[in-house]
């Protein structure tokens, strides 16, 4: 299983799995910040959203995720102030920018983008700013593979771990893991040789009958991570339970703010309790985010669920699977994907595999 | 204009100050302001007899009995990028979608809506920068109007500009005329436009070293026309929405697969790296200098020479081939030898999270 979103969709651009030998599949997995946020929480960001005097900013992916029966393009188009931002100390600068108005960052994702989120609340209150506050819905991967690996249907026998989150954690987790459930974990990026050679690294693993902890990524992740940046989250959140959508609650899974900064959550702020959320009866994302099926398995999928009209997240974000298989056409025969012009036809280019130094680190130092 | 300040220090005259150096609703009242306005900014720099005229409509002699029209609104910002300005923009604009038809560009129009505060200074210099770009171009601007609308209700300086241009008899270049086994050749680098204008907006934190490729094409469509004549089917240029959905329209309408070869898509390396960060794919990002051309296979050498020939086609490189079926697909054979669908553009490009 390849953890992250963004490492599905590399695979699905580049045809990776298509090249592979039919013993190896790709199972993808739940790393789509976008997907897994609760609907609850989208629907709350709606809400918040939809308010006079209120700004609300967002990473551009959560524009178009469906909450019930409104999205926040929509909220936008009823004249709502949501804008994107790429990062959220931009929200901040709107903030000070905007004294007047109230300014609330949709603070979701994974490890990957909570060390900037936790920093604009740093910043907000050495600023001295009151109109600054965050809707946190962060999730953690280490819990989601424990979810998956001790699930009676669980398919999985090894883990491509996603580059950017290791960049940001290092791979200290893993270890456990690997030994407490059997599998190889090899820490992966995401050019084409990069997901070849974390593959190669598995299945080396698997044939020799190891489970160990390997680093595919050696020029961005160290095993220790962004010593800075995880203090910064441990200083602003702290571990919680957390609501995955299409899977459900996982114990100890996420991060919310901590006491100290509660003045800068916007659920606080903001009452939005009256909300009653409504999943699509026909969506099976929660069980394509956890590998039990692919997105053309869904017989919405290509259908009544479409990028343009989304059922769920998974067929929104960049770094959803259904997006992925829909973009590329996943939904397509192998006959309408026939190249027939002859200078195509030639064999693949043979990337070579066996040069890249591999880590490997099999238990704690 | 700095020659024209009131001075206001002690007793004066109840004289009307000049509004020399923000536009104000006055300058679209069709009065003595609008008439100012024009002959200052727009009449010298345009000069030519049809607008000198001053009459409501410019008259203008053509050489053929079919013309192609076509016209374009342009509301992009900021005005001012690297490498262009809204005014650059809006010639080129309709020039190229002239162009693409096989047509000699000729006469334009312009029409000019400023929101009241717009800065006198920044108008006068889109104005000449469209001076430069259509005399580049060999076109005229026969035909304007200006209104001004109030400060909120648009965003500085909206241009919309209408052309015709002559069309030779027999000339038949069309988005349906592409034909199994035509080559299809891309006049240059992808994505120099879009990630330009996202750069000077200044809102997604990056800077990148790109410049906009914004420029006229009728005289690298004139060259390709001279060496492949009837073989070109097909000319378009990749403008919003990029190389992947003009393709994808071509498909449809011809009813024909297009096959590219991802390896020989150039893109500058500032571009990769800024769509990297973004999320962004090259083949969806917008040009405003490129064209895409389906050439029959026996021509295209002499075509694609003729276009490296030319300014704006130096860097011509054929991507690809055109096959049977599946009609009205774009594939894409990747650079490990796989091959994939390539879609339109679906909404909005976002940025991605992380």
């Known amino acids: 299983m390849e953890i992250c979103g963004g490492q599905t969709h590399a695979i699905v651009r580049h045809g990776i799995d298509q090249l592979l030998p039919p013993q190896i599949e790709l199972v993808h997995g739940p790393g789509c910040p976008v997907c897994v946020t609760p609907l609850e929480l989208i629907d709350k960001a709606l809400d918040i959203a939809a308010r006079p005097n209120v700004i609300f900013t967002s990473y551009g992916d959560m524009l178009r995720v469906p909450g019930t029966g409104r999205d926040l393009f929509s909220v936008r188009a009823a004249g709502g102030d949501v804008r994107v931002v790429y990062s959220p100390l931009d929200a901040v600068k709107i903030a000070q920018a905007n004294p007047d108005k109230q300014v609330v960052f949709f603070a979701i994702g994974f490890e990957t983008t909570a060390p900037a989120n936790a920093m604009s609340v740093v910043q907000a209150r050495a600023l001295g700013l009151k109109n600054y506050s965050v809707l946190v819905s962060h999730v953690c991967v280490p819990p989601a593979m424990h979810a998956i690996l001790g699930s009676p249907h669980n398919r999985v026998q090894g883990f491509l771990a996603a580059g950017h989150v290791c960049a940001v954690m290092g791979y200290w987790e893993y270890p456990p893991i690997a030994a407490q459930y059997g599998v190889p974990i090899v820490v992966t990026g995401f050019e084409p040789l990069d997901v070849a050679q974390g593959i190669l690294a598995t299945v080396r693993q698997l044939e020799a009958g190891r489970h160990e902890v390997e680093n595919a990524y050696g020029r961005a992740v160290t095993f220790e991570g962004n010593i800075p940046a995880q203090r910064v989250l441990e200083q602003v959140f702290e571990v919680r339970d957390r609501q995955w959508r299409g899977i459900g609650l996982i114990p100890a899974s996420g991060w919310g703010l901590r006491a100290e900064y509660a003045e800068f959550d916007a659920e606080r702020r903001w009452d939005v309790s009256d909300i009653h959320p409504q999943e699509s009866p026909l969506c099976i994302a929660g069980q394509i985010l956890q590998g039990l099926k692919k997105p053309h398995d869904c017989p919405a999928f290509g259908i009544q669920c479409t990028p343009e009209s989304p059922l769920g997240a998974t067929m929104v974000s960049s770094e959803g699977a259904c997006a992925a298989y829909y973009r590329y056409g996943r939904h397509l025969s192998s006959d309408e994907l026939r190249v027939t012009s002859d200078e195509f036809r030639t064999a693949p280019h043979s990337p070579t595999l066996h040069s890249s130094p591999v880590t490997r680190h099999s238990s704690l130092p | 204009m700095t020659n024209s300040t009131v001075n206001l220090e002690g007793p004066v005259c109840p004289i009307p100050l000049r509004h020399d150096e923000k536009i104000v609703m006055g300058h679209g009242s069709g009065g003595r302001m609008s008439h100012e306005l024009i002959g200052r900014l727009f009449q010298t720099p345009f000069a030519n007899p049809a607008l000198a005229a001053g009459d409501d409509a410019g008259v203008v002699a053509v050489a053929t009995d079919r013309l192609a029209v076509s016209t374009d609104s342009h509301v992009v910002w900021p005005l001012v990028f690297p490498g262009g300005d809204i005014g650059r923009l809006a010639v080129c604009g309709t020039v190229n979608d002239l162009a693409m038809m096989g047509a000699t560009p000729r006469y334009l129009t312009a029409g000019f809506i400023l929101e009241e505060g717009l800065d006198v200074a920044l108008l006068a210099e889109v104005v000449l920068s469209m001076q430069a770009a259509a005399a580049e171009a060999g076109v005229q601007i026969v035909a304007g109007d200006t209104k001004v609308v109030q400060r909120g209700k648009a965003d500085g300086l909206y241009i919309n500009t209408a052309g015709v241009g002559e069309l030779p008899p027999g000339r038949a270049i069309g988005g349906a005329r592409a034909q199994a086994g035509d080559v299809v050749i891309l006049s240059g680098p992808i994505g120099d436009h879009g990630?330009?204008?996202?750069?000077?907006?200044?809102?997604?934190?990056?800077?990148?070293?790109?410049?906009?490729?914004?420029?006229?094409?009728?005289?690298?469509?004139?060259?390709?026309?001279?060496?492949?004549?009837?073989?070109?089917?097909?000319?378009?240029?990749?403008?919003?929405?990029?190389?992947?959905?003009?393709?994808?329209?071509?498909?449809?309408?011809?009813?024909?697969?297009?096959?590219?070869?991802?390896?020989?898509?150039?893109?500058?390396?500032?571009?990769?790296?800024?769509?990297?960060?973004?999320?962004?794919?090259?083949?969806?990002?917008?040009?405003?200098?490129?064209?895409?051309?389906?050439?029959?296979?026996?021509?295209?050498?002499?075509?694609?020479?003729?276009?490296r020939a030319t300014r704006y086609g130096e860097e011509a490189v054929v991507v690809g081939r055109v096959q049977a079926a599946p009609a009205g697909r774009v594939l894409l054979r990747t650079a490990i030898g796989s091959t994939r669908v390539v879609d339109m553009l679906a909404g909005e490009m976002l940025p991605r999270i992380c």
Do not use: W
Request: charged fraction near 20%; proline fraction near 6%; charge should be negative.
């Open chain 2, 195 to 307: 990630i330009a204008v996202l750069g000077a907006r200044g809102e997604l934190g990056f800077e990148a070293d790109v410049v906009s490729d914004v420029a006229p094409l009728n005289g690298l469509v004139a060259a390709l026309l001279a060496a492949g004549g009837e073989a070109v089917h097909v000319l378009r240029d990749p403008t919003r929405g990029g190389v992947a959905t003009t393709l994808n329209e071509i498909a449809r309408q011809s009813g024909v697969a297009v096959v590219l070869d991802e390896r020989a898509i150039p893109v500058r390396p500032p571009v990769v790296a800024a769509c990297e960060m973004l999320g962004f794919d090259p083949l969806y990002v917008a040009n405003e200098g490129k064209l895409l051309a389906f050439v029959a296979a026996e021509a295209a050498p002499a075509v694609l020479a003729a276009m």
